[in-house]
């Protein structure tokens, strides 16, 4: 905008003379446009100033302008276009009921809307949320001091409705009315357009053929693992697919918006399901084996380690390009305990808790195993520009981070295809080395969600009581009896 | 011609709507000329510093009595008696021998705290001869001065008619009876200097914080003086409260400077911002259980930025504007520079440069300040200062610790309640305290009861006010309304 108004200024300021030559300046007029021209000159030096400034945080309501660029994956039709009685808005008792087999494709819609907690999404950023909210979006924007609300704003948007629609602005009632949807079926099933008429005739689960025309392929548990956890650890926007950025940082915490406290097997198990597991080899669909649930689990937890240097390389980047929305350094990329704990005196546990950080360095997110076993070099060298006394500047941070994320994408794969034998093995023998000396509320936290989905895959026989031991311990933070009652479950001596 | 006139009053009156520019918060220019005048103390005089042991000569300070005249090092000493009340800078050397200086050390990575050059700057007399006596702590000369040019004179006639200035600059002896000398030389330990810090490196290793407010450490019930002020109360003590302020925030921001100038030169020992110039609590608080105490209090800083040095900065504006009231014909000081630095502070990655320019021009206003303070100090006063002093400067606090219609706190911050309590409680102390102000005992009491950190089991403690949520913020609130209205000046209409 800026950039237009010096523009116009200097055409209007050149303007042919009519009454004399084009070589003579009258005399007359020349301290005039002297005085015009440095006036040019001094804003336009001035305002170039202003925008070079460093490390600045402007908190407003403003949205980016979008693009306009156009998407190659799909327009949103809404969940009226799923809904249809014949199509997927039939009968779903026996889904409810828990019963599925190959008709519960049929009833999907119905029982997602009966009980999905995704239909609230957007509710929750309006003046009624269809559950209770400890800080309501009004109070959150308030204190970020946003001139429009949440219902309006990408940020909120990105996650809580369909994220295509995220940017798409205010005026069209259409797009409004379907972000009431919440966060629909496209929203993980990729926007409907490019396929709605094809996929009632596929019958295979033909990998090329969903991509091709924008759906979300969900079978491979990676790949629903992914999906999932663009918003519920974050995502680079995804011009592709129109997605704004999907990023709930430090600064929309401290309004009052709930941390994200992500597993993905864990909230995977809570999740009324709306569809038949199965596993869908070459030879032909069949039930999903007994080591499903590790597998979920394992799989999950690298595939948020991924998604957590993803974000964080765009972060830096982002922060690099002085967006005003990014914040730099990124307070939620630390592990809050970090900083927000009591300070009880003796409560510093002794040098071995700080491994190989220094003093005043703080934890990088735990994402457990990963972030707490050598097994998984790929996140190694996250770990170590962050975990400093001065963490790399943006500057350094993207390419490592970027680089983590691609090797852990590759360990995701491997897990998913691997034998379920081998798998278990490396649940078996990993996890263990991993229990921490000094598990903190994340560590412990998720140690148990661990045990949890392993014990459902039946791959640990540890007696339950230890579990209920080791859970109200970590409930209490009494974590001497945490400890002990972990290292039982997990096996060491 | 006029066309051209037409176009410069349309770009003038677009910049100046602020069509062009973001919105910015206004800063004063960094250029103006600065106040020159500097108290004496600021700088550590160049001469031999003498043991402890060599003023402790019977006939001179080692007397062997108590509280007397010629027995101060006796009084001083924690090993001349087995009187378990002692001064505690005499056992600051044999701290670095218990278990919490070892585990700090080990978290260091340093060997023996008691060897560590890092420690001995505070924790014992800097450049003490012979070196063995830095086991005599904190001794004489860190507090008196090193006393190779005064050893043999200060005892005779002519000492006590050379001014004080004359003392420092040309003996080298920090007079004490001045509380400005005397507090600037407080803080080069309790608050930090170019050579010594106390960062968040040490304290994450187990290091107390330093929170210095110089009326609650004299008035320590575990401190006895080997000395009797010469000003009587309440004279001294809102005397004392002042001076301590400036001082201390003086420290504070040169400190700040100190670090800031590393950090512009890329220090790598010097993390940059440095968070132990930071509200603690801000951070250190658990989250999540209960309501947020923020919204208790009017002050509104960017999310997720602790503020800078409210233990400092809260009280000292009160101190300024009443140091008229506590030293007769000193004019309240210009700080223009303090309230500049604070936002600069409030960015999320602060240039350490601009930071470092800035607090060198924030601390030639405060040296201005005390050395205002300090001329006032040196000339013996000519009457008491009034009755009601010590009742006004309390009801200054209680009106600061409150936003403007009284309905909220000012600042919800711990340190910035806890600057405002202590404010009041030396005031109340000042003015004779239950006896003579029993309506204040109550609400300071509440006070102090909701500020204090939790108590645990014997032998452990909280460091930090675990569980002070919003419900204890407004009773923090409530207690300073009752202290806002019982220390209202009793003569004014209302």
Redesign the interface.
Known sequence: M?DV?VLT?AA??YRPQTKHTMNAVPS??FP??L??TT??AV?GV??GL?SRS??????TGENPTPTGKPISHGTAIGNTGCMAAACHGGPAAETLAGKFSEHTWEGSGTCWNARDPHARAYSLLTDTPDRPVR?TAKQIME??HSTIPATEDVRCLACHSNPSLAAQGTSDPHIVSLRREGVGCESCHGNASGWLREHTTWKSDNHAEYASVGMTPLFDIGDRAMTCLGCHVGAPADPARGYAVRDMN??MI???HP?LDFDFAEFHRELPKHWQEMEHPPTGAKPRGPAFEARMWLVGRVAQAETACKLLADRAERAKANDPRT???E?AEFN?AA????????W?S??KD?GTRT??ALRWQTIWPVTESQEFAAIQPVLTIMQR??PAGFGTIGPVAHQSAKNLTEVRQNLVAMSDAEMVQKAQVGFPSAVSEHPGWDTAGQMLWGFAALDRAHVLNRPIAEFDTAFDAVRKREWATAKTALDKLFGKP | MRSAVVLGVVIIGMAGSGLFKRVEIPLPPDNTPLPTAKPYGITKPPFGVLSSSSCAAAACHGGGQLDTLHSEHSTWSATAFSNKLHDPHSTAYRVLFNADSVRIAKLMGMKEPHKEALCLKCHSTEGVKPAEAISEGVGCAACHGPAEKWIDIHMLPEWKSISNETKFTDYGFIPGKNLVARTLNCVTCHVGDADREVNHDLIAAGHPRLDFEYTRFQFNPTYRHHWDEVLPQPDFEVRAWTVGQAATLRAATDLLRVRAERAAANDPKSPWPEFSGLSCYACHQEIGNGEVGRDAGTTRRPLGIPGWELWSNTAAGVAANLCPDAFPGVTPPELRELPALRKLMQKRQPDPRVIAHRAKRAVAELDAWLAALQAAEDKTPTSRLPAGTPRKFAHALAANALSADRMKLADSDWDALAANYLGVAAMYHASGGKATVPTWTDPIRGLMAELEFPKRKPGERFDSPAGFGKTARDRVRDRFRDLYDVTADPGAKP
């Open positions: 800026h108004h200024l209007l300021l007359r007029s005039a446009v005085v015009i006036l040019v804003t001035w305002f202003q460093q490390g600045e945080v402007r908190l800080a204190r970020m430090h600064d401290a309004a009052g941390r914040p730099w350094p307070l809050c900083c927000h704990h009591d300070l009880p005196e003796p510093r002794d040098a700080l003093l005043g006394a001065r």
